[in-house]
């Protein structure tokens, strides 16, 4: 047999896949014969024999390469290549779906079908014919087979036919693949009304963007489970440079198809193993600009007080509940119900404004007490001598933690409840050794 040079490659392709599909296939009938003949009573074997020869050698007919492609050729009107399809939508949705052919346009600001280059094609139809859809899903070199059917060119069939006859038969059966029919929709379609103004409107009938869709999951394979990909995720473990991104994709889903039988729902699918991958569409979480405390009498009252005020009521609210009291055991209990909340959540506020910029505490506009700005705007100690003399001394911790428990009093004082001395102590005996040990920590990385 003479091969046509253009295509040869894509030709011994076809025949390649036809003789794995005559050999899986006599495989499969070699066992089940080896079946009836182990329980075929002795005087019937002979027979059997005769029945199971003739039978393979109808099977081994079929595959021949012209006899196989005059079936596929047959077949192929019970299948459609799609770039979108409607049975994503519905398993057993009966109406159309789409070939939709894109000049690429890179440069658009959508992601879409129309995005890409080469989409791959999908096949939707009666599932026992997909065998069918893989043979024009071939290529050698970049080339496809489809793409030959869809140009009107037989020349990758022509060296397997037994006349040009034959040849032009295929090129015509395997066109049916693109040819959708009527368009209808479907009960168990969806259907979208698009306003277009005086009361007037479009029915819409959503497709699924099957080819986007395999794109988009290929991409993401090769991103997770390349070699390639695997190599650079251990450089990156192991602090060693890479040729080769890191790419991941956080908060993936996956949404399934068709079940135990992807099948039914199209080829690539299938392909798929009914996986489709989601892309987190979720906004982002606000995080707000870390800006410095200018123009406020104190941090506690006006930036860290909207910080804590859930738990400052649910503290009010406790402590109004264990009155009387006549020591500081309440106190005590109250630290389990939220004041080591408070506290905890007064040094995360502190700790993200002494991150700033040295020195915004020399700003004109900073009202807060010289105190709070020796803890908040430590920095400023590394060109300021002056600053850096007066935070060198203990006493301003004393003072924060003091304006820290008039602060917290005051906003827990209510009409049912009024704080004293004893719970002053206590709530500054609560923040300055949190202080103490700050400085100690801001000590070993600033000073």
């Known amino acids: 047999m003479q091969l046509n040079p253009p295509h040869q490659g894509l030709t011994q392709a076809i025949l390649d896949y036809i003789k794995k599909r005559e050999t899986e296939k006599l495989e499969k009938f070699d066992k089940e014969a080896e079946k009836q003949r182990k329980s075929c009573p002795a005087d019937k074997l002979a027979e059997l024999n005769a029945e199971l020869t003739e039978a393979r050698r109808n099977e081994e007919n079929r595959y021949i390469p012209s006899h196989w492609l005059d079936d596929a050729a047959e077949r192929a009107k019970q299948l459609q290549f799609v770039t979108h399809a409607l049975k994503f939508i519905h398993s057993d949705a009966k109406g159309t779906s789409l070939f939709a052919r894109y000049i690429s346009t890179p440069d658009t600001s959508y992601i879409s079908t129309a995005a890409l280059s080469q989409p791959d094609f999908d096949v939707v139809g009666n599932a026992a014919a997909l065998d069918v859809g893989k043979l024009l899903l071939l290529a050698h070199d970049g080339q496809r087979l489809i793409d030959l059917i869809e140009k009107n060119d037989a020349s990758a069939l022509e060296p397997l036919a037994a006349d040009a006859t034959q040849a032009q038969r295929w090129l015509t059966g395997f066109s049916a693949v693109f040819r959708a029919g009527e368009p209808s929709s479907h009960k168990l379609a969806k259907q979208t009304y698009w306003p277009l103004g005086d009361d007037q409107y479009h029915l819409l009938l ?197 304006n820290f428990a008039r602060w917290l009093a005051g906003k827990l004082e209510s009409k049912k409840m009024a704080l004293g001395a004893t719970e002053h102590r206590a709530f500054r005996g609560l923040l300055e050794p949190e202080l103490h040990h700050n400085l100690k920590q801001l000590e070993g990385v600033i000073l």
């Open 206 to 402: 959503p497709l699924y963007p099957t080819a986007l869709t395999q794109s988009i999951y290929q991409r993401i394979q090769q991103a997770r489970f390349s070699e390639e990909s695997k190599a650079a995720r251990e450089k990156r473990r192991n602090s060693q440079a890479s040729a080769t991104a890191d790419i991941r994709y956080p908060q993936l889903a996956t949404q399934n198809f068709g079940g135990t039988k992807p099948q039914n729902i199209s080829q690539l699918n299938s392909q798929r193993g009914g996986k489709a991958y989601l892309l987190s569409s979720a906004p982002p979480n606000w995080e707000q600009r870390i800006t410095p405390p200018l123009n406020i009498s104190s941090v506690f009252a006006q930036r860290i007080e909207r910080r804590v005020f859930r738990q400052i009521k649910q503290l009010q609210h406790y402590l109004e509940q264990v009155l009387p009291r006549d020591n500081n055991m309440h106190i005590k209990a109250a630290s389990a119900e939220g004041l080591d909340e408070i506290v905890t959540t007064v040094l995360h506020e502190a700790a993200k404004i002494q991150q700033l910029p040295a020195g915004w505490s020399a700003h004109e506009d900073c009202r807060l007490p010289m105190a709070e700005c020796l803890w908040l705007d430590p920095k400023r100690a590394e060109t300021d001598q002056a600053f850096f003399d007066e935070r060198d001394k203990d006493d301003w911790q004393r003072v924060v933690a003091q």
